[in-house]
Every structure is written in structure tokens, then in C-alpha cells.
């Protein structure tokens, strides 16, 4: 029998070793966190309630993650809802999720929206990039919606999630970010945790082992066959190991890995995600998601989770998310939830005047590395296959959902291409 070391208990990982579970093989998950989940895991507000670290949900066409909460017995708790989407823009807060709101969008003269909403629809309808690859999403952009529509809404945007690199970030990402989204939101009563808590439970009952709190120090081909994975306790020896960690993490810790794959795929950058969850004795506006383009915000997002799903699920709390992506030695990421308050309350109350700080009942912190991909015009040259030069370590990540974003779907499509892969 087979057996596999998955690195990493993300969506990724952990479909990874379900799948295998399945058909009878024998895995060892190796998590360095203490749950499972990876960067949709939660955390407990309070005793019994579950919210995500980082703020999260489904779109209808997200298939792979739909069809895995139906599987393991959960999708009754998954609830559908259209919230509203707005934009922050010269101090006012505009609609913008849907044709119709486009049309009464104030801050762009009618030509612009008209302009933009047709581009909109011409990325809805491409059934995929390969006609956009080479190109820039500032490019396009600004030939087919109108420089306009750019400094208003998309610049901000891709400012705001990629920094000094905005103007670099490939079109056919762009094209995945609008083509995906649906107006419907998908969230899991109870939180995504509970999916991840569930696959645990199903491999461990197949006879899996899963390992959390343990950290890989390094991947080793055996001297006598098989792949040898070096933890801060223990060497575990294995028939096969699957890494899901970013690329990059991987070649840290594989030493044997050859210097033409690390210079293919030891490449590129990648921000952080940082988040400041908030609980207020009030709501704080009427959208669920708002993007902030006004200048001078050190937030790129604010999510109220409440104006999604009942504050009766969370005992009463109003939840508020503001988010960033940031270069992973930005203070930020290691500032405490304190000093990352302080900066964060006094641009509330830009948001909605009557805001005091005193709404604030509690506040949490999160920040983790390698969360968003810089997807340059030349991503695609350097993503890796699944199979390495070393026999028997595989690569699975979110580097390989191009040009799809970040997401739980993508990650459990992209498990199951793997394990398919592996079968054969």
C-alpha cells in the first residue's frame, strides 16, 4: 500500500488526502497550525461560534467546493444570498453589483458606464482568456473602458490589492475575477471551519493520520527508497509526499531540488493577507462588501459579515472585516490587534460619521504569508506541473489555479486533477 505525507491541511491538502483515503491508500497530513483549514480556518469569538480568519464565500458557479459540502453532509447548512456590493468613492458609498446599479453609478458620466458595462459583458460571455494572454489588465483596461472607468474603479482596485505592482497584473486574472463572480453568495451556516473539521473527521475514520501542530523542517529522497520528511520531532519516512505549501516554501525545503527547477519555479512574489475582525454592539453600514477606492484608507476591503448572515448566529455580534494584501515585511503583518485598531478606527467614521470607538466590543488580528500570487504577464511561463524532478514529491498549490484567484473551489478542483494524475 501507498503511503502519501500531504503537506499542508488546507482545502487543498486535505482534499488531497481524502481523495487518497478513499481509495484506500494510507496518508499522514502534517499541518503546522493546531486545526485544520489553512487560510480559511477559523477562529472562535466565543465559545461555540466559528468565523473565518479571513472573510470568505462561494460563487454558483464554484461546482468542486458545492459538491464537496455535498458530499461530506453539510450542503443543507449552505445559504445563498445576494448582498450588496458597493464602492466608496469621493466620500459616498455607490451600489455596484449589477448592470442596473452600473447605469446609476454618479462618479462616471453615462458614456463611461455604458462603455464599461459593455467590456463587462464581453468578459462574462469569453469563455476563456487565451485571446487576452500578453496583456496587461491596465491596458485593457483603459482601451476598452476608458481611462475613466480605470482611475475610478479598476485602479483603485488593483491598487489597493497589488500595491506598487498594479499595473503589471495579467489580464487573463482579470478576465477570471469578473467571468467567476456571481451576484449570489454562497456561505456555509456555521462557518467554513466546519467543512474543514468534517474532512478531518473522514479521513481519520478511513485511517488517515493527521498531525497538527507540526511543523516540516525539510523533504529528503531515502537511501533505501521512498521520500524521508523531517518535522521538528520526528522523521517520517513515506512511499510519496505531496506538498501543497506555496512553490516557494517547497524548494525551501527540498534541498535536492535541481537550480533549472528553482529558476523556473522558485520565482515571482506574493503579498500577504491581513485582516482586522471587528465586533460592534451596532451595525456599522448596510453593505456586506465594500471597496474602499477613496485614497488615504489603510484598508483595501471592508466586509460586514452581518449584513450577510444573521447576527443571531453570532449571539448579536456585528462583524466587520476590514482587509488588505500587503508585502509580507510590511509591519503590519506582525503589528498587534491593538496598534492595528489605532491605525484602523479614526477612517470609520470617513465610512459612516456617527462611528465612535466605543462600538468596538472586541477586535482580533490575522495575518498570513504567501495568501495572494503577483500574476504577472509571465505567470504562466513559470507555473510548475505537478510531478518535480525528485521521484515521488509532487507540487500542488495555489500558484496552479491560473488564472483563476485564490479560492477554496480552485483549490479542491485542482486536489482532485491531482489525485486523478496520481491514479494513473
Known amino acids: 500500500m501507498t503511503r502519501t505525507a500531504v503537506l499542508g491541511a488546507g482545502a487543498l491538502g486535505l482534499t488531497v488526502a481524502y481523495r487518497l483515503a478513499q481509495r484506500g491508500e494510507s496518508v499522514v497530513v502534517l499541518e503546522r497550525e493546531p486545526i485544520p483549514g489553512g ?4 477562529f472562535q469569538p466565543e465559545p461555540g461560534i466559528w468565523l473565518e480568519k479571513f472573510y470568505h464565500h462561494l460563487f454558483r458557479g464554484d461546482r468542486h467546493a ?107 486574472w482579470f478576465w477570471a475575477r469578473v467571468h467567476d463572480r456571481t451576484p449570489e453568495l454562497g456561505y456555509l451556516r456555521g462557518g467554513f471551519q466546519r467543512l474543514y473539521d468534517r474532512l478531518a473527521e473522514r479521513i481519520a475514520g478511513a485511517g488517515g493520520e493527521l498531525r497538527f501542530g507540526t511543523e516540516v523542517r525539510g523533504v529528503r529522497t531515502s537511501p533505501i527508497g521512498g521520500v524521508l520528511v523531517d518535522t521538528v520531532a520526528e522523521t517520517v519516512q513515506v512511499d510519496r509526499v505531496v506538498s501543497t505549501l506555496a512553490v516557494r516554501l517547497t524548494c525551501r525545503l527540498v534541498p535536492e531540488l535541481p537550480a533549472d527547477y528553482r529558476a523556473r519555479h522558485d520565482w515571482g512574489q506574493a503579498y500577504g493577507a491581513q485582516c482586522l475582525v471587528l465586533s460592534l454592539d451596532r451595525p456599522l453600514t448596510d453593505t456586506y462588501w465594500m471597496n474602499i477606492n477613496d485614497p488615504g484608507f489603510p484598508f483595501m476591503a471592508l466586509v460586514e459579515h452581518t449584513n450577510y448572515m444573521d447576527r443571531a448566529d453570532y449571539n448579536g455580534r456585528n462583524l466587520v472585516y476590514l482587509g488588505n494584501y500587503r508585502p509580507m515585511d510590511d509591519p503590519i503583518m506582525s503589528a498587534s490587534t491593538d496598534a492595528v485598531v489605532d491605525g484602523f478606527a479614526p477612517h470609520l467614521a470617513r465610512i459612516n460619521p456617527g462611528f465612535s470607538r466605543d462600538w468596538i466590543t472586541d477586535a482580533w488580528a490575522f495575518a498570513a504569508p504567501f495568501a495572494q ?45 491531482l489525485v486523478r494524475r496520481l491514479s494513473r
Open 66 to 172: 458545492i459538491g464537496l459540502i455535498d458530499e461530506v453532509g453539510l450542503g443543507e447548512d449552505l445559504v445563498w444570498r445576494r448582498p450588496l456590493t458597493a464602492t466608496l468613492r469621493d466620500g459616498r458609498v455607490h451600489q455596484l453589483d449589477s448592470p442596473m446599479s452600473l447605469l446609476r453609478f454618479r462618479p462616471l458620466p453615462m458614456r463611461d458606464r455604458l462603455r464599461m458595462g459593455a467590456a463587462l459583458a464581453y468578459l462574462k460571455a469569453l469563455p476563456n482568456p487565451e485571446l487576452l494572454e500578453g496583456r496587461t489588465a491596465t491596458d485593457w483596461i483603459r482601451r476598452r473602458m476608458g481611462r475613466r472607468a480605470y482611475d475610478v474603479v479598476w485602479g483603485p482596485l488593483l491598487g489597493g490589492k497589488f500595491g506598487a505592482l498594479a499595473e503589471e497584473i495579467a489580464m487573463p
Open 373 to 417: 500570487p503577483i500574476v504577472t504577464v509571465d505567470y504562466r511561463d513559470h507555473i510548475p506541473p505537478f510531478e518535480t524532478p525528485i521521484p515521488n514529491l509532487w507540487v500542488a498549490s495555489m500558484f496552479q489555479v491560473y488564472p483563476h484567484d485564490r479560492g477554496q473551489n480552485y483549490s479542491i478542483d485542482l486536489a482532485n486533477r
Open 39 to 42: 487560510l480559511a480556518a477559523g
